[in-house]
């Protein structure tokens, strides 16, 4: 007989059931004829025993018939042998007796009879279902036949299945390999651009400083020889009609060098800033003059109060000067940036570097070169959507807020999360630096706003507000924060409650605060964009187009860098670009989006937008 793990063990099986149950049948059957056969039999004893009386009896009734049907002559016989007529009575009645139960035993035995047809006809029933049974069984079998042997097969793709996926694991290992061997060329090559592109920068600073050293001698050598032709002048005597004529040739070279200085100036601060800040004026300023002079006028600014911060904070790097923002007009890259859609954009104050934050929980960061995007770095490890980021004052930090009901740190160059800066109860919608690396400030859903120690990851203050925080900005010692309820409120980090509230037309979608920190913009679900001048904290102009309409709740709007356009993107893909000073729309661009513009940038020197959607692609225009 087989094992138990031979194939015929299932087919012993079945078999042993059916024994099991016909034995089962079989016993039910004779429990039922058990009574029945006791008392057919008990029927046939008393049918032989009643034959036998009535063999022994058999003459005597013959004789008595006889003599009924004989003569009168008899009649006294008959009287003469009154005993013997008694026991032919007798006999008469035993016969009609054993005729009755005679009768009733036919009766009882056609009975019997009918039940066996009736118990055969049913065991013909039971038979020919044992039958069917047995056919269904059979087919049973065949059709576990056919199951063992398709399993069979079946094991035999699976393990060629699994030799298949080992192979393909093993070249999807070699492959990774081999990506890695590439990025890792990919980032010597990146890292030698970059120390090539620092040359080049160098190399343009000397020769900037060169150019600047020939310019000084140049002017010095034309003032001294002014000098000597005025000393001759001088000592030569000279007609009063001549003298006018000299004068306004002097004043007027004196005037065009004066003139030409600032034009060239505001040339040279646009150039994308790839290289240093340069004066070609006659006055022979140097780099570290300019810069001086510019600092001046910014502390001057502050020193007079037209901050929004009052009193002067040391900030930790200064932020690049745009003279005059140039409007895009056309796309140089388009890329598929995400896995899904992206929900910010932010440059930093680096040269070229831009970071993107999506619903795919990663930050990219990319590099601006020659008009193209190039991608520089992966940032992982957070725990959510990524809604906000932002650089810090050195560029060498992002922060950024995401549905995991915190905001997270990274340091630029590593590739996991810094810091986690939880305490929030709900979705942080937005995280910003305040005008040091070291500070920062978080609003969400949870009806919060908290200032945050950068040093310690810890919440120095925690500001209770009254609707959902969507965007926040900073300034020298002030938090802005746009809210659900329609309002702007104001709030200071020296005080404990709030200083100011300027209700606006429509849920706030996002802030941004000029460079000089006199005027906000803010980005509203009634599809317009506000200008508040904080100096007078008053709404000073209200921008609206045909076809424009914010896509989300937290479509982003911001200034250019000297303030002088607001830009935003529209629902069906499209950016709006207005005139802070006109109020007019100054051009509208149609592109590759095809989705809701979610966020804008324009980068500090002015050359650059970039714009990402929530269809995934981010857009490099110029």
Same mark, same amino acid.
């Given at each position: 007989?087989?094992?138990?793990?031979?194939?015929?063990?299932?087919?012993a099986?079945?078999?042993?059931?059916?024994?099991r149950?016909?034995?089962?049948?079989?016993?039910?059957?004779?429990?039922?004829?058990?009574?029945?056969?006791?008392?057919?039999?008990?029927?046939?004893?008393?049918?032989?025993?009643?034959?036998?009386?009535?063999?022994?009896?058999?003459?005597?009734?013959?004789?008595?018939?006889?003599?009924?049907?004989?003569?009168?002559w008899?009649?006294?016989r008959?009287?003469?042998?009154?005993?013997?007529?008694?026991?032919?009575?007798?006999?008469?009645?035993?016969?009609?007796?054993?005729?009755e139960?005679?009768e009733?035993l036919?009766?009882?035995?056609?009975?019997?009879?009918?039940?066996?047809?009736?118990?055969?006809?049913?065991?013909?029933?039971?038979?020919?279902?044992?039958?069917e049974q047995?056919?269904?069984l059979?087919?049973l079998?065949?059709?576990?036949?056919?199951l063992?042997?398709?399993?069979?097969?079946?094991?035999?793709?699976?393990?060629?299945?699994?030799?298949r996926?080992?192979?393909?694991?093993?070249?999807?290992?070699?492959?990774?390999?081999?990506?890695?061997?590439?990025?890792?060329a990919?980032? @010597? =090559?990146?890292?030698?651009? #970059?120390?090539?592109?620092? *040359? $080049?920068? +160098?190399?343009?600073?000397? !020769? /900037?400083?060169?150019?600047?050293? @020939? =310019?000084?001698?140049?002017? #010095?050598?034309?003032?001294? *020889? $002014?000098? +000597?032709?005025?000393?001759? !002048? /001088?000592k030569?005597?000279?007609?009063?009609s001549?003298?006018?004529?000299?004068?306004?040739?002097g004043?007027?070279?004196?005037?065009?060098?004066?003139?030409?200085?600032?034009?060239?100036?505001?040339?040279?601060?646009?150039?994308?800033?790839k290289r240093?800040?340069?004066?070609?004026?006659?006055t022979?300023?140097?780099?570290?003059?300019?810069?001086?002079?510019?600092?001046?006028?910014?502390?001057?600014?502050k020193?007079?109060?037209?901050?929004?911060?009052?009193?002067p904070?040391?900030?930790?790097?200064?932020?690049?000067?745009?003279?005059?923002?140039?409007?895009?007009?056309?796309?140089?890259?388009?890329?598929?940036?995400?896995?899904?859609?992206?929900?910010?954009?932010?440059?930093g104050?680096?040269?070229?570097?831009?970071a993107?934050?999506?619903?795919?929980?990663?930050?990219?960061?990319?590099?601006?070169?020659?008009?193209?995007?190039?991608?520089n770095?992966?940032?992982?490890?957070?725990?959510g959507?990524?809604?906000s980021?932002?650089f810090?004052?050195?560029g060498?930090?992002v922060?950024?807020?995401?549905?995991?009901?915190a905001?997270?740190?990274?340091?630029v160059?590593?590739?996991?999360?810094?810091?986690?800066?939880s305490?929030?109860?709900?979705?942080v919608?937005?995280?910003?630096?305040?005008?040091?690396?070291?500070?920062?400030?978080t609003?969400?859903?949870?009806?919060?706003?908290?200032?945050?120690?950068?040093?310690?990851?810890?919440?120095?203050?925690?500001?209770?507000?009254?609707?959902?925080?969507?965007?926040?900005?900073?300034?020298?010692?002030?938090?802005?924060?746009?809210?659900?309820?329609?309002?702007?409120?104001?709030?200071?980090?020296?005080?404990?409650s709030?200083?100011q509230v300027?209700p606006?037309?429509?849920r706030?979608?996002?802030?941004?605060?000029?460079?000089?920190?006199?005027?906000?913009?803010?980005?509203?679900?009634?599809?317009?964009l506000?200008?508040?001048?904080?100096?007078?904290?008053?709404i000073?102009?209200?921008?609206?187009?045909?076809?424009?309409?914010?896509?989300?709740?937290?479509?982003?709007?911001?200034?250019?860098?000297?303030?002088?356009y607001?830009?935003?993107?529209?629902?069906?893909?499209?950016?709006?670009?207005?005139?802070v000073?006109?109020?007019?729309?100054?051009s509208?661009?149609?592109?590759?989006?095809?989705a809701?513009?979610?966020?804008?940038?324009?980068c500090?020197?002015?050359?650059?937008?970039?714009?990402?959607d929530?269809?995934?692609?981010i857009?490099?225009?110029?």
């Amino acid at each position: 007989m087989a094992g138990p793990s031979s194939p015929s063990a299932p087919v012993a099986r079945w078999k042993r059931h059916i024994v099991r149950q016909l034995r089962q049948r079989d016993r039910t059957q004779k429990a039922l004829f058990q009574e029945l056969v006791p008392a057919y039999s008990h029927l046939l004893e008393k049918a032989e025993l009643l034959a036998k009386f009535s063999e022994k009896l058999q003459p005597q009734p013959n004789d008595a018939t006889a003599a009924t049907h004989q003569g009168s002559w008899e009649v006294g016989r008959e009287e003469k042998s009154s005993p013997e007529s008694d026991q032919v009575s007798s006999l008469a009645t035993l016969r009609v007796q054993w005729q009755e139960e005679e009768e009733e035993l036919r009766l009882v035995c056609g009975e019997m009879a009918y039940q066996v047809v009736q118990k055969s006809a049913a065991l013909g029933t039971v038979q020919s279902e044992l039958e069917e049974q047995q056919d269904s069984l059979a087919a049973l079998e065949a059709r576990v036949a056919q199951l063992q042997e398709a399993r069979a097969q079946h094991a035999q793709q699976v393990e060629g299945q699994r030799a298949r996926n080992a192979a393909l694991r093993s070249a999807y290992e070699a492959l990774r390999a081999h990506s890695e061997h590439q990025e890792a060329a990919l980032r @010597r =090559l990146q890292e030698e651009a #970059r120390d090539l592109l620092e *040359r $080049l920068v +160098q190399s343009k600073a000397r !020769a /900037a400083a060169e150019r600047n050293l @020939r =310019l000084e001698s140049r002017e #010095r050598a034309h003032q001294a *020889r $002014l000098s +000597q032709e005025l000393k001759k !002048a /001088a000592k030569r005597a000279v007609s009063i009609s001549k003298i006018p004529d000299t004068l306004d040739h002097g004043i007027r070279e004196e005037t065009e060098t004066q003139v030409g200085g600032p034009e060239f100036l505001e040339r040279e601060a646009c150039e994308k800033w790839k290289r240093p800040f340069r004066s070609a004026s006659a006055t022979s300023l140097t780099l570290s003059r300019c810069v001086d002079v510019v600092k001046g006028l910014l502390d001057f600014k502050k020193r007079r109060g037209h901050s929004v911060g009052g009193a002067p904070e040391q900030l930790y790097q200064s932020i690049p000067v745009c003279v005059a923002a140039r409007l895009p007009t056309q796309v140089h890259d388009v890329l598929d940036a995400h896995l899904s859609e992206i929900n910010a954009v932010q440059f930093g104050p680096n040269r070229g570097l831009l970071a993107t934050g999506g619903a795919d929980r990663l930050i990219h960061l990319w590099n601006v070169v020659a008009g193209r995007l190039e991608a520089n770095q992966t940032l992982e490890g957070a725990g959510g959507s990524i809604t906000s980021v932002d650089f810090d004052p050195s560029g060498s930090q992002v922060l950024a807020a995401t549905y995991n009901q915190a905001a997270q740190l990274w340091k630029v160059g590593e590739a996991q999360s810094k810091e986690t800066l939880s305490g929030h109860k709900d979705k942080v919608t937005a995280a910003k630096f305040k005008l040091t690396k070291h500070q920062a400030v978080t609003g969400s859903r949870d009806r919060t706003v908290k200032e945050w120690d950068l040093g310690r990851a810890y919440c120095s203050r925690t500001i209770n507000v009254i609707s959902y925080c969507n965007d926040v900005v900073c300034g020298d010692h002030i938090i802005i924060s746009g809210h659900n309820d329609q309002k702007i409120r104001f709030w200071d980090s020296r005080l404990p409650s709030c200083t100011q509230v300027i209700p606006v037309q429509g849920r706030v979608t996002s802030l941004s605060l000029s460079h000089d920190q006199m005027h906000l913009l803010s980005c509203s679900r009634d599809d317009t964009l506000k200008v508040i001048d904080l100096r007078v904290s008053n709404i000073r102009q209200v921008f609206r187009a045909d076809g424009f309409k914010c896509g989300s709740d937290w479509t982003k709007a911001v200034f250019s860098p000297d303030r002088s356009y607001a830009l935003a993107g529209s629902w069906d893909g499209t950016l709006y670009i207005w005139n802070v000073d006109t109020g007019k729309l100054e051009s509208s661009l149609q592109g590759p989006h095809c989705a809701a513009v979610n966020a804008v940038a324009w980068c500090f020197s002015g050359s650059h937008v970039v714009s990402v959607d929530q269809a995934r692609k981010i857009v490099l225009w110029h």
